[in-house]
C-alpha cells in the first residue's frame, strides 16, 4: 500500500528526516511513536506533500507520490488528518462532511448515513456549527470528514491528543471499527492506543526509523515502548 | 469538481449559507419585498438619478463582497473591472453601434475576459499581495485609458455617450434607468444569493476559512477562486457598464484607485460575508459621501473615524450588529415563553 524508501527531509539546512523507510501493507494499521522532536510529523507531512523530501521515494499502490499536489493523493485515497484539530468552523457539522462528499462525488446523505454509522452521537451534532465542538467532537468529525468517499490510507497526527479519556475511547472504537477497512499510519503517543490497534509499530528517534515491531507481545510491553516516548 | 457545479443547483444547500436566521430561505421572498421598499423609500427623499447611483454602487459592492466577504480576498484593485465595464460599453456606443443593450453585454464580457486573463496571476497570491498585485493591475488600467489610448478615450477629459433608445429602454430617462438598474440589482443579488448558498458558495467560504485544508479534501481550488474571481469582475463590469449609460458620460475616474477606498468602506460598514451587508453598507456609505460634503469640508475623516469604530467595536458591520441584535431578541422571546 504505502512503501518508503530512505526519504531525507530537511527543514532549511537542518536534516530531519535521515533515511527513514517504512511500508505498510493493505488494511494494516502502523503507529509511529517517538519523543517530541524525533520528526513523526515531519514523515506524515512529507508523505501528503506538505514538504518534498530531497532523495529517496515515497510509492503508493506502486506510484511515486512525492511532488504530487495534496488535492491530486487526496482524490487518490490518501486522507491527512493534522494535530490543529483544525474543522471549518463557520460551517455545520453536516456541512463539514457534505464539503467532503462532493469532492469524493458521494452522495451526501449516503456519506453522513455512514460515518454516523460509525459514530451515532454524531446524528445529534450535525446541525450545530463546527466552531461550537469540543476538541474531541471536532477529532471526530475530522476522522469522519477523512472517511468520506473511500479512503485508502489514512495518516493520523495524534488524533488523542489534549483528549477527554472518554472521547479516547470513542476514537478508539472508531479505529477499530475501521481495522482491514483501510490503512493507516497514525501518529500517537497514547501507548494503550497503541497496543490495542497496531499491527506494526515504528519507534522514531532523531529523524530515524529505530526499530520496527510487528509482534504483538513486543507491543504489549507498554513499560519497554515507554522508554521511546 | 464538476460535482459540485452540477450539484449547486439552487434551494438544495441544507442550511443558510448565511450567519442570521432572520432572512432565511423561508422568508426569501421577504428580503426582495423589502430591498425593493428600501430603494423605493429613498426617491421622494433623494432623487431618481442620485438612487440610481445608489443601486450602481451596490451592485459594485456585491461584486466585491463576494471576493472579500466569502472567499476572503481583500483587493485594493476592484474598481479596474467596474472601469474596464464603463469604457467597453462607452467605446462600443461611441464608436460601433448605440444600442445601449449590446453595449451592456460587451461591457460584462470584457470585464469578465480581464477578469479571466488576470486571475490566474492574482488568486495564487493571498494577503497583502493579492491587495497590492490587484492594484498594480488597476494602476495599469488607468493609465492605459488615461495616456497610450487617448485618442480612442480622450484621456482625462472622457468620453460623451449617447445611447440610442431600443423599444421602451431609453437610457436618457431617468425613471426609466431606475427601474432598468433597480431590475439589474434585484437580479444580481438573486444569482449571488443562489450562488452563495449552493454547494460553489460552501467550498468557497471553506477556501476563505482554511485552504490548505479544502486541498487535503482533494479540490483544485485554484480552479474555484479563479471563477469566483471572474464572476466578481463581471460583477463589477455589469456596474461600469450601468455607471456610463447613467451619467452618459466615461472618465479615467471610473478606474481610479482611491475609488476602491469607497467599496471597502462600504462592506466593512455593511459587515463583509454577507450579502445583505454589502447592500446596506453601500447604502449607508453613498449616504456619508454625498450628504456629509454639503455640511463637513473634510468629510473623509467622518469616514476614517466610522473605520475606527467598525475595527474596534462592530466587526461584523452594521448588518452583523442588527443579526446579533435580533438573535438576542428571539433568545428574550423564547425565555417569555419557557
Given at each position: 500500500?504505502?512503501?518508503?524508501?530512505?526519504?531525507?527531509?530537511?527543514?532549511?539546512?537542518?536534516?530531519?528526516?535521515?533515511?527513514?523507510?517504512?511500508?505498510?501493507?493493505?488494511?494494516?494499521m502502523g503507529f509511529i511513536?517517538?519523543?517530541?522532536?524525533?520528526?513523526k510529523t515531519?514523515l506524515l507531512?512529507?508523505i501528503i506533500?506538505?514538504?518534498?523530501?530531497?532523495?529517496?521515494?515515497?510509492?503508493?499502490?506502486?506510484?511515486?507520490?512525492?511532488?504530487?499536489?495534496?488535492?491530486?493523493?487526496?482524490?487518490?485515497?490518501i486522507r491527512y488528518v493534522g494535530q490543529e484539530k483544525?474543522?471549518?468552523?463557520?460551517?455545520?457539522?453536516?456541512?463539514?462532511?457534505?464539503?467532503?462528499?462532493?469532492?469524493?462525488?458521494?452522495?451526501?446523505?449516503?456519506?453522513?448515513?455512514?460515518?454516523?454509522?460509525?459514530?451515532?452521537?454524531?446524528?445529534?451534532?450535525?446541525?450545530?456549527?463546527?466552531?461550537?465542538?469540543?476538541?474531541?467532537?471536532?477529532q471526530i468529525?475530522l476522522v469522519g470528514r477523512a472517511l468520506?468517499?473511500?479512503p485508502?490510507l489514512l495518516l493520523i497526527d495524534e488524533p488523542t491528543q489534549?483528549?477527554?479519556?472518554?472521547?479516547?475511547?470513542?476514537i478508539n472504537?472508531i479505529m477499530?471499527?475501521l481495522?482491514?477497512?483501510v490503512s493507516a499510519l497514525i501518529v500517537e503517543?497514547n501507548?494503550?492506543m497503541v497496543?490495542?490497534l497496531?499491527?506494526?509499530?515504528?519507534?522514531?528517534?532523531?529523524?530515524?526509523?529505530?526499530?520496527?515491531?510487528?509482534?504483538?507481545?513486543?507491543?504489549?510491553?507498554?513499560?519497554?515502548?515507554?522508554?521511546?516516548? | 469538481?464538476?460535482?459540485?457545479?452540477?450539484?449547486?443547483?439552487?434551494?438544495?444547500?441544507?442550511?443558510?449559507?448565511?450567519?442570521?436566521?432572520?432572512?432565511?430561505?423561508?422568508?426569501?421572498?421577504?428580503?426582495?419585498?423589502?430591498?425593493?421598499?428600501?430603494?423605493?423609500?429613498?426617491?421622494?427623499?433623494?432623487?431618481?438619478?442620485?438612487?440610481?447611483?445608489?443601486?450602481?454602487?451596490?451592485?459594485?459592492?456585491?461584486?466585491?463582497?463576494?471576493?472579500?466577504?466569502?472567499?476572503?480576498?481583500?483587493?485594493?484593485?476592484?474598481?479596474?473591472?467596474?472601469?474596464?465595464?464603463?469604457?467597453?460599453?462607452?467605446?462600443?456606443?461611441?464608436?460601433?453601434?448605440?444600442?445601449?443593450?449590446?453595449?451592456?453585454?460587451?461591457?460584462?464580457?470584457?470585464?469578465?475576459?480581464?477578469?479571466?486573463?488576470?486571475?490566474?496571476?492574482?488568486?495564487?497570491?493571498?494577503?497583502?499581495?493579492?491587495?497590492?498585485?490587484?492594484?498594480?493591475?488597476?494602476?495599469?488600467?488607468?493609465?492605459?485609458?488615461?495616456?497610450?489610448?487617448?485618442?480612442?478615450?480622450?484621456?482625462?477629459?472622457?468620453?460623451?455617450?449617447?445611447?440610442?433608445?431600443?423599444?421602451?429602454?431609453?437610457?436618457?430617462?431617468?425613471?426609466?434607468?431606475?427601474?432598468?438598474?433597480?431590475?439589474?440589482?434585484?437580479?444580481?443579488?438573486?444569482?449571488?444569493?443562489?450562488?452563495?448558498?449552493?454547494?460553489?458558495?460552501?467550498?468557497?467560504?471553506?477556501?476563505?476559512?482554511?485552504?490548505?485544508?479544502?486541498?487535503f479534501?482533494?479540490?483544485?481550488?485554484?480552479?474555484?477562486?479563479?471563477?469566483?474571481?471572474?464572476?466578481?469582475?463581471?460583477?463589477?463590469?455589469?456596474?461600469?457598464?450601468?455607471?456610463?449609460?447613467?451619467?452618459?458620460?466615461?472618465?479615467?475616474?471610473?478606474?481610479?484607485?482611491?475609488?476602491?477606498?469607497?467599496?471597502?468602506?462600504?462592506?466593512?460598514?455593511?459587515?463583509?460575508?454577507?450579502?445583505?451587508?454589502?447592500?446596506?453598507?453601500?447604502?449607508?456609505?453613498?449616504?456619508?459621501?454625498?450628504?456629509?460634503?454639503?455640511?463637513?469640508?473634510?468629510?473623509?475623516?467622518?469616514?476614517?473615524?466610522?473605520?475606527?469604530?467598525?475595527?474596534?467595536?462592530?466587526?461584523?458591520?452594521?448588518?452583523?450588529?442588527?443579526?446579533?441584535?435580533?438573535?438576542?431578541?428571539?433568545?428574550?422571546?423564547?425565555?417569555?415563553?419557557?
Amino acid at each position: 500500500m504505502l512503501k518508503i524508501d530512505a526519504i531525507n527531509v530537511s527543514y532549511g539546512h537542518a536534516k530531519v528526516l535521515h533515511d527513514v523507510s517504512l511500508e505498510i501493507r493493505q488494511g494494516e494499521m502502523g503507529f509511529i511513536i517517538g519523543r517530541n522532536g524525533a520528526g513523526k510529523t515531519t514523515l506524515l507531512k512529507s508523505i501528503i506533500g506538505l514538504l518534498t523530501p530531497w532523495s529517496g521515494s515515497i510509492l503508493f499502490q506502486g506510484q511515486a507520490v512525492v511532488g504530487l499536489s495534496p488535492e491530486r493523493l487526496s482524490l487518490a485515497g490518501i486522507r491527512y488528518v493534522g494535530q490543529e484539530k483544525k474543522v471549518f468552523a463557520s460551517l455545520t457539522v453536516r456541512e463539514n462532511l457534505e464539503i467532503a462528499a462532493y469532492a469524493c462525488q458521494e452522495p451526501v446523505e449516503k456519506a453522513i448515513d455512514r460515518i454516523t454509522g460509525f459514530y451515532p452521537k454524531m446524528k445529534k451534532f450535525l446541525d450545530t456549527k463546527a466552531g461550537l465542538l469540543s476538541g474531541g467532537q471536532r477529532q471526530i468529525l475530522l476522522v469522519g470528514r477523512a472517511l468520506v468517499g473511500t479512503p485508502k490510507l489514512l495518516l493520523i497526527d495524534e488524533p488523542t491528543q489534549g483528549l477527554a479519556a472518554i472521547v479516547i475511547e470513542d476514537i478508539n472504537d472508531i479505529m477499530s471499527d475501521l481495522k482491514q477497512q483501510v490503512s493507516a499510519l497514525i501518529v500517537e503517543q497514547n501507548l494503550a492506543m497503541v497496543n490495542r490497534l497496531a499491527d506494526r509499530v515504528f519507534v522514531l528517534k532523531e529523524g530515524k526509523i529505530v526499530s520496527e515491531i510487528d509482534d504483538k507481545s513486543m507491543m504489549s510491553d507498554t513499560r519497554k515502548l515507554e522508554d521511546y516516548v | 469538481m464538476n460535482s459540485i457545479l452540477a450539484d449547486g443547483s439552487p434551494g438544495k444547500r441544507s442550511s443558510d449559507g448565511e450567519r442570521y436566521p432572520a432572512l432565511s430561505d423561508r422568508h426569501g421572498w421577504v428580503s426582495y419585498v423589502f430591498i425593493a421598499a428600501g430603494f423605493l423609500a429613498l426617491v421622494p427623499i433623494l432623487s431618481t438619478h442620485r438612487v440610481t447611483d445608489f443601486m450602481i454602487f451596490c451592485i459594485f459592492a456585491l461584486s466585491f463582497d463576494v471576493l472579500y466577504g466569502f472567499m476572503g480576498r481583500l483587493s485594493f484593485g476592484h474598481i479596474l473591472y467596474l472601469g474596464t465595464g464603463a469604457y467597453a460599453a462607452g467605446l462600443f456606443i461611441r464608436y460601433v453601434d448605440k444600442n445601449p443593450v449590446a453595449a451592456i453585454l460587451l461591457g460584462v464580457a470584457a470585464a469578465v475576459a480581464t477578469g479571466m486573463i488576470i486571475g490566474p496571476i492574482v488568486v495564487r497570491t493571498t494577503g497583502a499581495c493579492f491587495a497590492l498585485i490587484n492594484l498594480a493591475f488597476n494602476q495599469v488600467g488607468f493609465f492605459l485609458v488615461l495616456s497610450p489610448l487617448r485618442e480612442f478615450t480622450n484621456g482625462e477629459d472622457g468620453l460623451g455617450i449617447h445611447a440610442a433608445q431600443i423599444g421602451f429602454f431609453n437610457t436618457s430617462s431617468p425613471s426609466v434607468m431606475f427601474w432598468f438598474v433597480f431590475a439589474c440589482l434585484l437580479a444580481v443579488f438573486y444569482l449571488l444569493r443562489q450562488l452563495t448558498r449552493s454547494p460553489y458558495g460552501l467550498m468557497v467560504r471553506c477556501i476563505n476559512e482554511n485552504e490548505s485544508r479544502v486541498r487535503f479534501l482533494g479540490y483544485n481550488t485554484f480552479f474555484y477562486k479563479w471563477v469566483t474571481f471572474v464572476i466578481a469582475s463581471g460583477v463589477a463590469g455589469l456596474a461600469g457598464t450601468l455607471t456610463t449609460l447613467n451619467y452618459k458620460y466615461v472618465n479615467p475616474n471610473v478606474m481610479d484607485v482611491h475609488s476602491n477606498v469607497g467599496v471597502i468602506f462600504a462592506c466593512l460598514i455593511g459587515g463583509a460575508g454577507n450579502l445583505y451587508g454589502a447592500l446596506l453598507g453601500g447604502v449607508i456609505y453613498m449616504i456619508i459621501s454625498n450628504t456629509l460634503p454639503r455640511y463637513i469640508q473634510s468629510w473623509e475623516m467622518f469616514l476614517g473615524i466610522s473605520l475606527l469604530l467598525i475595527v474596534f467595536k462592530f466587526r461584523q458591520g452594521v448588518w452583523g450588529y442588527l443579526g446579533d441584535l435580533w438573535s438576542y431578541y428571539q433568545r428574550k422571546r423564547e425565555q417569555g415563553k419557557s
